[in-house]
């Protein structure tokens, strides 16, 4: 039945009132039940997220400072060739002069310990920076100098700074 002392436009306002305050409370009880509601995880879980959040968050790179091997000496030029240079250089891969050709070697030590340190040291064609090995600019020098050397060459060995003084 009709509320016949009530004009039906007053029934309107408060039915929409009552919609309204009703939508704030369903909205407080969610927002209640969201910030007070006890956390289930257990404490050793807040630890192993701890720790992937430390994992997340590391550098893209790092820097390390080595020591040459052997105990802070630089390796000689042959220890290097056989390490990084030879598996390029003794077959001659990827157009790499061969170690001891004489032929292929001669227009490049024409052009100098410098320039051919520059190569060995950035990379030049198919090769690498430094080989690709874990070197050092002083035993990349002693390798570029001892497969001159073995093809004629008549370079200077490059000294360690300890050793020029």
Not at 31 to 38: A, D, M, S
Not at 67 to 89: D, L, M, N
């Amino acid at each position: 039945m009709r509320d016949v002392h009530t004009p039906a436009r007053q029934r309107g306002e408060a039915s929409s009132k009552n919609l309204v305050t009703l939508a704030v409370v369903a909205l407080l009880a969610v927002l209640v039940g969201i910030f007070f509601l006890p956390n289930n995880k257990k404490m050793s879980d807040s630890s192993d997220e701890a720790q992937a959040i430390a994992e997340r968050l590391q550098p893209v790179g790092r820097v390390e400072v080595k020591a040459a091997a052997g105990g802070g000496a630089a390796r000689t030029g042959e220890e290097v060739f056989k390490a990084v240079c030879s598996a390029c250089h003794t077959a001659g891969a990827l157009g790499a002069p061969k170690f001891g050709d004489a032929a292929a070697w001669g227009p490049r030590i024409k052009t100098g310990y410098e320039a051919l340190l520059t190569s060995a040291l950035k990379g030049k064609n198919s090769m690498p920076a430094q080989g690709g090995g874990d070197t050092s600019d002083l035993e990349i020098g002693r390798a570029v100098v001892y497969m001159v050397n073995n093809a004629g060459g008549k370079f200077d060995e490059p000294k360690a700074p300890a050793e020029a003084k």
